[in-house]
């Protein structure tokens, strides 16, 4: 069986793509469009072909696109989205058209589904989420048949649910029916499900090896791997829409939707894959063997997928797939978990929390040097300078052991912990032997680390703790600055892309003048290519205040060349 990750809510928004209405016939047919009207008797149906009229009595399903809106704790309307902007949404209800301020109001997506008969079958998107919860907690205790219930509820809603497909095929494998899992593994594989390093090794289907069905979908694994990036590329278009710019990479293995220019995703490209080579070559010895979906949305579409939830991004590994508005450090950090669980999935190993993120944010501030990924020290070492000069940071006997949700209850500690942790295992040059000791000899003994972390340093925990907290203390941000009186240009950035994006433009500086804005993707300047900060101080010592440079800046689809004269920085 198939277990799903922590963002279940937010896969099932990209995976279970809305978008038009369907029918499906007894016959086996299914057309898609938008359905105009129902009246027990036909069926009226707008698709990009003509009206089809359908007799109720040659419906099996249809299923109509439709939206909740919950305003407040109680009241909860249902009907169809007219129209939406920034600042209110119009919806068709039971009671006429009605229009809400978004500010006071939730909306979900869901699908009616109806029979023939008109009998009805609401799931949304939480709904399927709990009912996948619900079967899975069935599989794990043995109670087949009610799984299969359970699977057959979310697929008829959602029929090409891949997860609802394979878990649905493993019951039927444990309970004998060949045939069934046979078909209901295909059905997973043409729906996308092509995680065939799992499906080699899940016992579940181990009485179906033999099948035909199951030998032809090895033997063509690589076709249907590549169908399938090329249907969640389908999905995300009709997710994100026209003006996204999708890619595939079949070298690679990266599925892109991205809202950059054609040259930004070419730069994000070549960054990630230098990374991952330097990882791959340091670190996680174990490469992906399936796609990985990188998503870059507007920061708009992001907060439609979480909310106001305070984070950046995530990678969920049960849809492979990457989301962050970032182009910069929040992307590196979700890609580092995409070669980090690959790692994992090789070595049939789930590490806690503290490593996992450890190694997100101990890299997401880095640059490859010589081939390999190196570090730098970011904002975090002053959360965790902070807790250990308060006297509140979590002891590493305790801190090691945290499961996931405690370990979230106290995030912005923790993340700093993981970083500030694996930082100086790196700085010790002890990052890669902590993990070969801990993946290859001490994982099966103690998973939680600490007896790699013994191990690799010759110390007792206690000890290690002692050191690493007077390591804390005296660590700072080796950061290069332009003195006092030099020159001066009036931009906060972050490296991006292969360059340095601009995060804020000071009003009234050098940088404002030349006409440089938020956003702003710096590749070169006077045709010198620079990616960090370290780059810029560089360049910037080596002019004085009244120089002219020009600048080669991205935005958006143009690029654009712009000539800056430095100012006098005063402080």
């Known amino acids: 069986m198939k277990k799903l990750g922590i963002f279940l809510c937010v896969l099932s928004v990209l995976s279970l793509v809305f978008g038009e209405d369907a029918v499906r016939t007894k016959d086996g047919k299914r057309f898609s469009g938008e359905i105009q009207k129902f009246d027990g008797k036909i069926l009226v149906l707008k698709t990009k072909y003509g009206t089809l009229e359908i007799p109720a009595g040659d419906i099996e399903f249809f299923e109509k696109e439709m939206w909740r809106v919950k305003?407040?704790?109680?009241?909860?309307?249902?009907?169809?989205?007219?129209?939406?902007?920034?600042?209110?949404?119009r919806f068709r209800t039971p009671y006429g058209e009605l229009t809400f301020p978004k500010k006071e109001v939730e909306l979900e997506k869901f699908k009616k589904v109806m029979k023939g008969t008109g009998e009805e079958i609401t799931v949304s998107q939480e709904e399927a989420a709990q009912l996948h919860r619900q079967a899975l907690a069935l599989l794990q205790q043995k109670k087949f048949d009610e799984a299969i219930k359970v699977y057959e509820r979310i697929l008829i809603v959602f029929p090409e649910d891949e997860i609802a497909l394979y878990n649905t095929a493993c019951a039927y494998a444990l309970k004998g029916?060949?045939?069934?899992?046979?078909e209901y593994l295909k059905r997973s594989v043409l729906a996308g499900y092509v995680d065939f390093r799992h499906m080699e090794r899940d016992t579940d289907l181990d009485s179906i090896r033999e099948h035909p069905t199951y030998k032809e979908i090895m033997e063509k694994k690589e076709e249907y791997e590549y169908k399938a990036a090329h249907k969640r590329l389908e999905g995300l278009k009709k997710r994100f829409g026209e003006n996204y710019l999708y890619k595939i990479d079949q070298e690679s293995r990266l599925i892109f939707a991205t809202n950059t220019s054609e040259e930004i995703l070419e730069r994000l490209k070549k960054v990630l894959l230098e990374f991952a080579q330097a990882q791959w070559g340091y670190l996680f010895k174990n490469k992906p063997t399936y796609y990985i979906t990188i998503v870059l949305p507007t920061t708009e579409d992001f907060r439609k997928l979480v909310g106001n939830q305070a984070i950046g991004g995530f990678y969920n590994h049960a849809s492979r797939t990457l989301i962050t508005p970032s182009i910069g450090g929040a992307l590196i950090h979700e890609f580092t978990h995409a070669l980090h669980f690959a790692d994992m999935d090789a070595r049939r190993q789930q590490h806690p929390s503290w490593i996992v993120e450890g190694f997100s944010?101990?890299?997401?501030?880095?640059?490859?040097?010589?081939?390999?990924?190196?570090?730098k020290q970011n904002y975090r070492l002053s959360v965790v300078q902070q807790a250990v000069a308060a006297g509140n940071f979590i002891p590493l006997e305790r801190f090691f052991r945290l499961n996931h949700q405690q370990y979230m209850q106290n995030a912005s500690l923790c993340y700093a912990m993981s970083r500030s942790i694996m930082f100086y295992l790196w700085r010790n040059d002890l990052l890669v032997k902590f993990y070969q000791t801990y993946t290859e000899e001490e994982y099966g003994k103690d998973s939680s680390g600490r007896s790699a972390i013994e191990k690799v340093s010759g110390k007792k925990l206690d000890e290690f703790q002692k050191e690493w907290v007077e390591w804390v203390k005296n660590?700072?941000?080796?950061?290069?600055?332009?003195?006092?009186?030099?020159?001066?240009?009036?931009?906060?950035?972050?490296?991006?892309?292969?360059?340095?994006?601009?995060?804020?433009?000071?009003?009234?500086?050098?940088?404002?003048k030349a006409g440089l804005k938020a956003g702003d993707l710096v590749t070169s300047i006077d045709g010198q290519p620079v990616a960090?900060?370290?780059?810029?101080?560089?360049?910037?010592?080596?002019?004085?205040?009244?120089?002219?440079?020009e600048l080669e800046v991205i935005r958006g689809a143009e690029k654009l060349r712009l000539k800056i004269e430095l100012g006098t920085r005063e402080e």
């Open 532 to 549: 960090s900060q370290e780059q810029l101080v560089e360049l910037l010592m080596m002019h004085k205040p009244g120089d002219v440079l």
């Open 71 to 89: 305003i407040g704790k109680r009241q909860v309307i249902e009907g169809e989205v007219i129209e939406e902007d920034k600042e209110k949404v």
């Open 475 to 512: 660590e700072k941000i080796d950061e290069k600055r332009v003195a006092k009186g030099g020159p001066f240009m009036g931009i906060a950035s972050s490296p991006a892309a292969g360059g340095l994006q601009i995060m804020q433009v000071v009003a009234g500086s050098p940088a404002e």
């Open 177 to 182: 029916d060949r045939e069934a899992a046979a």
């Open 361 to 375: 944010t101990c890299f997401e501030t880095s640059e490859v040097r010589d081939g390999k990924p190196c570090p």
